[in-house]
């Protein structure tokens, strides 16, 4: 057979390219604004900031917590931004910078982004400062600060009592009205039992009180049923490394119904070299490592305490003692108690910026304004990196 040949065109060279390229470059995205348009919108931010911040240190400014309208005053100054608003995206975008640059200022040192804000504004003047403070000077921060009311009387207190070199603990209570409680002692770290707590959240103990200190963990209310039997209508402290439910469920429900006044206390460390030392400031102590059988130990005699969820404060006469402040708001405050805490919060923190750094007389359109000096030298650093932002914002802003 005879294969017939096929034949096929060979295939034609592509021919030159005609196209031709522009030297000029393509825009894929293009500036939704423009330098003068930016800096329109920062003139018009300074303008809105300026009002707003002289209605506040004025007293003139409120803001809403919650559903209530509450007046302002300095120490709000990170409320009352929230409540700035603006139109255009634009604005919105250079309302976001400043806001995160004084918040961050806010949080790096409370009050240095009020006054970051007055020296972006140019409306703060340091007229003279001093590097060792005095009662009265400390005083003149918080009355800049706090104006009048609740907050700021009780922080003067607290003041005067010694806050700025002792621990202060704020929280909120179900007892009605504001309780301040001054305690001193050794401290033993460690929780009231989660299942005790569970039935009596609020628990908190300041008085003399019978105290147990078990260096093992608690299986069953016989083991302790004669320390309960002969603390009768007192308040026992049990500290133990643990409790076994049966125990704290007893303990609680007996609690609750003020049968017993008794409360298990996990601890984490005893906070003496040797636990028998516990027994020379007046506890009863039991531990296996000892040989003592908890069946048989017997109550001393009352120390003062001051017990909270989280720790212990026992008196020790014979040795340093620590000092704290508790601060607990009542439940007739309402809504209002978490504003009363913050307020107090960043009083108290002016108080120890200002006896630790000194403090500086200011100069603001409506008078004379005093700021703890660590404060201004916060909000100079800031203030130069958010000025350092919005110079290069044009470069940024675009949109795809």
């Keep these: 057979m005879r294969l017939k040949k096929y034949s096929q065109p060979c295939p034609k060279p592509p021919k030159k390219s005609t196209l031709a390229f522009s030297?000029?470059?393509?825009?894929?995205?293009?500036?939704?604004?423009?330098?003068?348009?930016i800096k329109q919108s920062i003139d018009a931010a300074k303008k809105e900031l300026r009002f707003l911040v002289h209605e506040l240190l004025e007293g003139k400014r409120s803001f809403f917590y919650g559903k209530q309208i509450c007046n302002g005053i300095p120490v709000d100054f990170h409320r009352v931004l929230l409540e700035w608003s603006r139109k255009s995206s634009i604005d919105w975008a250079i309302r976001n910078l400043i806001i995160s640059s004084f918040y961050s200022t806010e949080v790096k040192q409370g009050g240095s982004g009020l006054i970051s804000c007055l020296m972006w504004l140019n409306e703060i003047e340091i007229l003279s400062s001093v590097r060792k403070s005095e009662i009265a000077d400390i005083e003149k921060v918080l009355c800049s600060w706090g104006r009048?009311?609740?907050?700021?009387?009780?922080?003067?207190?607290?003041?005067?009592?010694?806050?700025?070199?002792?621990?202060?603990?704020?929280?909120?209570?179900?007892?009605?009205?504001?309780?301040?409680?001054?305690?001193?002692?050794?401290?033993?770290?460690?929780?009231?039992?989660?299942?005790?707590?569970?039935?009596?959240?609020?628990?908190?103990?300041?008085?003399?009180?019978?105290v147990v200190a078990i260096d093992g963990i608690v299986e069953n209310i016989s083991q302790i049923h004669h320390l309960l039997e002969n603390a009768g209508r007192s308040t026992l402290i049990i500290l133990?490394?643990?409790?076994?439910?049966?125990?704290?469920?007893?303990?609680?429900?007996?609690?609750?119904?003020?049968?017993?006044?008794?409360?298990?206390?996990?601890?984490?460390?005893?906070?003496?070299?040797?636990?028998?030392?516990?027994?020379?400031?007046?506890?009863?102590?039991?531990?296996?490592?000892?040989?003592?059988?908890?069946?048989?130990?017997?109550?001393?005699?009352?120390?003062?305490?001051?017990?909270?969820?989280?720790?212990?404060?026992y008196t020790q006469h014979t040795r340093a003692r620590k000092r704290k402040i508790n601060i607990s708001?009542?439940?007739?405050?309402?809504?209002?108690?978490?504003?009363?805490?913050?307020?107090?919060?960043?009083?108290?923190?002016?108080?120890?910026?200002?006896?630790?750094?000194?403090?500086?007389?200011?100069?603001?359109?409506?008078?004379?304004?005093?700021?703890?000096?660590?404060?201004?030298?916060?909000?100079?650093?800031?203030?130069?990196?958010?000025?350092?932002?919005l110079q290069n914002l044009g470069a940024v802003i675009i949109s795809l």
């Design 23 to 37: 030297s000029k470059t393509q825009i894929f995205t293009k500036p939704i604004t423009n330098q003068l348009a």
């Design 148 to 210: 009048s009311g609740m907050s700021y009387e009780l922080s003067k207190k607290i003041f005067m009592i010694g806050s700025v070199g002792t621990e202060v603990s704020l929280t909120e209570g179900s007892h009605l009205g504001t309780k301040v409680m001054v305690s001193e002692g050794e401290i033993i770290l460690g929780n009231v039992d989660n299942l005790f707590l569970t039935k009596n959240p609020d628990i908190e103990i300041v008085e003399k009180s019978f």
């Design 240 to 313: 133990a490394r643990g409790f076994l439910p049966d125990v704290s469920n007893t303990l609680a429900e007996n609690y609750l119904k003020n049968r017993l006044k008794v409360v298990p206390f996990i601890v984490n460390k005893w906070g003496v070299k040797n636990f028998l030392d516990l027994e020379n400031i007046g506890m009863s102590c039991a531990a296996s490592s000892i040989g003592s059988d908890i069946r048989k130990i017997k109550l001393r005699k009352e120390i003062t305490c001051n017990l909270t969820s989280n720790q212990l404060l």
């Design 329 to 389: 708001f009542g439940e007739d405050l309402g809504t209002l108690r978490g504003i009363s805490k913050d307020r107090t919060k960043i009083l108290l923190a002016l108080t120890r910026f200002s006896a630790r750094s000194g403090t500086a007389k200011c100069s603001t359109p409506i008078g004379s304004f005093y700021v703890p000096n660590s404060s201004i030298e916060i909000a100079k650093k800031s203030l130069k990196s958010m000025k350092l932002i």
